[in-house]
């Protein structure tokens, strides 16, 4: 069900060698810029008629409007079932606790006395953010991207998400009524390449959207082959891919707990990485073991589950000790990084490169996609050892405000004209000696 990869040995391997070993779902975001680039091209020439035709053409049905009637956000959230709404209640408060601690505030530093440099954090004005709707149904993608949003303080807040046939070209009611209850009310029936590119562009008319400053959220590759195509014309967080799990355990750890965390991930898609990584082969053979009931009792079995731990993508990684163990998810650097050992807080305080970590027996994936506060839209495909989860800071800029009173300027002059004359840029330097008569102030 889930292949093996032995890297126990005398000569642990060590860099690309070593990354080059793991398995890594195949996710060519390159060759599907071909595809997606007539899309975009055509949203921006045509605007809201190639968005729904578009849409149509693979199978998300036609909606009577591009913009989605505020009506229809009322009622799905006045019919949505009472415990998913208190689900998504709590899901909400949890994650403002956590986003609206890492709002940053301005900070001045005086470089020298009469000189100061002030950093300010500026929202960006306008968002576009891209709620998936495929295989399964996200409301808790909502979350995760309007509520750093709104705590950054961004004033214009749009939501696309595919339109559901099942729902008369609406996009997927628990969608809706998480917006509803969010307080955004613009929302687009849109997916795929055609949203990014309608974010980017803006589609005129009556049901129209304007363009945004930056896109985030996550989607299959067509949504990320457009963020890369689009990129320049507006921001973007992530190219996300297929979503990942890796568990670093020890001997310590439960195999029942290992094997339904592996699954849970297996579950969101047939391209979704499993790994576990474990110096214990009395764990390895444990899992294996457990895999194969709990998968057969499993609703999305066949169509996703053993696609997903049979891919190439996934396997168990058998380590001399839990040192190398940690070399090992390092160079993955997973979406979601799960420690079962002895003393998981220690070995989590060790981890370099992980979109999250989740820390012992009671901290599972799952908590952190739904209800731990954290945020769950995450650099995926290795992606972690450069880049960071969607936060507040995603919808915030640095602006750097500087202010010298002219003793200040005076007194830095001779420095700033001698770099500029070094570089061969003597205009700089005479935009100072202007202001001082065009010449150095002395010291």
């Given at each position: 069900?889930?292949?093996?990869?032995?890297?126990?040995?005398?000569?642990?391997?060590?860099?690309?060698?070593?990354?080059?070993?793991?398995?890594?779902?195949?996710?060519?975001?390159?060759?599907?810029?071909?595809?997606?680039?007539?899309?975009?091209?055509?949203?921006?020439?045509?605007?809201?008629?190639?968005?729904?035709?578009?849409?149509?053409?693979?199978?998300?049905?036609?909606?009577?409007?591009?913009?989605?009637?505020?009506?229809?956000?009322?009622?799905?959230?006045?019919?949505?079932?009472?415990?998913?709404?208190?689900?998504?209640?709590?899901?909400?408060?949890?994650?403002?606790?956590?986003?609206?601690?890492?709002?940053?505030?301005?900070?001045?530093?005086?470089?020298?006395?009469?000189?100061?440099?002030?950093?300010?954090?500026?929202?960006?004005?306008?968002?576009?953010?891209?709620?998936?709707?495929?295989?399964?149904?996200?409301?808790?993608?909502?979350?995760?991207?309007?509520?750093?949003?709104?705590?950054?303080?961004?004033?214009?807040?749009?939501?696309?998400?595919?339109?559901?046939?099942?729902?008369?070209?609406?996009?997927?009611?628990?969608?809706?009524?998480?917006?509803?209850?969010?307080?955004?009310?613009?929302?687009?029936?849109?997916?795929?390449?055609?949203?990014?590119?309608?974010?980017?562009?803006?589609?005129?008319?009556?049901?129209?959207?304007?363009?945004?400053?930056?896109?985030?959220?996550?989607?299959?590759?067509?949504?990320?082959?457009?963020?890369?195509?689009?990129?320049?014309?507006?921001?973007?967080?992530?190219?996300?891919?297929?979503?990942?799990?890796?568990?670093?355990?020890?001997?310590?750890?439960?195999?029942?707990?290992?094997?339904?965390?592996?699954?849970?991930?297996a579950e969101h898609d047939p391209m979704a990485a499993a790994v576990l990584v474990t110096d214990s082969a009395v764990?390895?053979?444990?899992?294996?073991?457990?895999?194969?009931?709990?998968?057969?009792?499993?609703?999305?079995?066949?169509a996703r589950i053993r696609p997903a731990l049979a891919g190439r993508q996934s396997a168990i990684v058998l380590v001399?000790?839990?040192?190398?163990?940690?070399?090992?998810?390092?160079?993955?650097?997973?979406?979601?990084?799960?420690?079962?050992?002895?003393?998981?807080?220690?070995?989590?305080?060790?981890?370099?490169?992980?979109?999250?970590?989740?820390?012992?027996?009671?901290?599972?994936?799952?908590?952190?996609?739904?209800?731990?506060?954290?945020?769950?839209?995450?650099?995926?495909?290795?992606?972690?050892?450069?880049?960071?989860?969607?936060?507040v800071q995603s919808f915030l800029r640095g602006i750097h405000v500087v202010d010298y009173t002219r003793d200040a300027?005076?007194?830095?002059?001779?420095?700033?004209?001698?770099?500029?004359?070094?570089?061969?840029?003597?205009?700089?330097?005479?935009?100072?000696?202007?202001?001082?008569?065009?010449?150095?102030?002395?010291?």
């Amino acid at each position: 069900m889930i292949s093996r990869i032995d890297l126990r040995g005398d000569t642990f391997p060590e860099g690309g060698a070593l990354r080059s070993l793991l398995p890594r779902a195949e996710f060519d975001v390159e060759a599907a810029l071909e595809k997606v680039r007539p899309i975009c091209e055509d949203v921006r020439h045509r605007g809201a008629e190639a968005v729904l035709s578009w849409g149509e053409k693979f199978g998300d049905g036609r909606p009577a409007r591009l913009r989605v009637p505020e009506e229809a956000l009322h009622r799905a959230l006045d019919t949505l079932a009472p415990a998913v709404r208190a689900a998504l209640e709590e899901s909400v408060r949890r994650a403002r606790i956590v986003h609206r601690a890492q709002r940053r505030t301005d900070t001045t530093t005086q470089v020298v006395p009469g000189g100061t440099v002030t950093e300010r954090w500026v929202p960006v004005g306008r968002v576009g953010l891209y709620v998936p709707g495929g295989l399964s149904v996200y409301p808790s993608s909502v979350v995760m991207n309007v509520v750093p949003a709104q705590e950054a303080g961004v004033e214009g807040i749009a939501v696309a998400s595919p339109a559901q046939a099942d729902f008369g070209g609406l996009p997927h009611p628990t969608i809706l009524a998480a917006c509803a209850l969010l307080g955004v009310d613009e929302v687009y029936a849109a997916g795929g390449a055609q949203a990014v590119a309608m974010f980017a562009y803006g589609v005129p008319g009556p049901d129209g959207c304007r363009p945004v400053d930056l896109v985030t959220g996550p989607g299959n590759i067509y949504v990320a082959a457009a963020k890369r195509l689009l990129k320049g014309v507006v921001g973007i967080d992530a190219e996300a891919g297929p979503t990942e799990i890796a568990v670093l355990a020890d001997a310590t750890a439960d195999p029942v707990h290992v094997a339904a965390d592996l699954i849970s991930q297996a579950e969101h898609d047939p391209m979704a990485a499993a790994v576990l990584v474990t110096d214990s082969a009395v764990l390895a053979d444990a899992v294996e073991a457990e895999l194969a009931p709990q998968v057969e009792a499993s609703k999305h079995a066949e169509a996703r589950i053993r696609p997903a731990l049979a891919g190439r993508q996934s396997a168990i990684v058998l380590v001399d000790s839990l040192d190398d163990g940690l070399r090992v998810v390092d160079a993955y650097a997973a979406e979601h990084l799960e420690i079962q050992t002895a003393d998981a807080a220690a070995v989590a305080a060790r981890v370099r490169n992980a979109g999250a970590i989740f820390v012992g027996p009671y901290a599972p994936v799952s908590l952190g996609d739904y209800a731990a506060g954290s945020n769950h839209v995450l650099p995926t495909g290795g992606c972690a050892c450069h880049s960071s989860g969607l936060s507040v800071q995603s919808f915030l800029r640095g602006i750097h405000v500087v202010d010298y009173t002219r003793d200040a300027l005076a007194d830095v002059t001779h420095h700033v004209v001698t770099l500029a004359e070094a570089e061969d840029l003597p205009a700089h330097g005479a935009a100072l000696k202007a202001r001082f008569g065009w010449k150095v102030p002395q010291k």
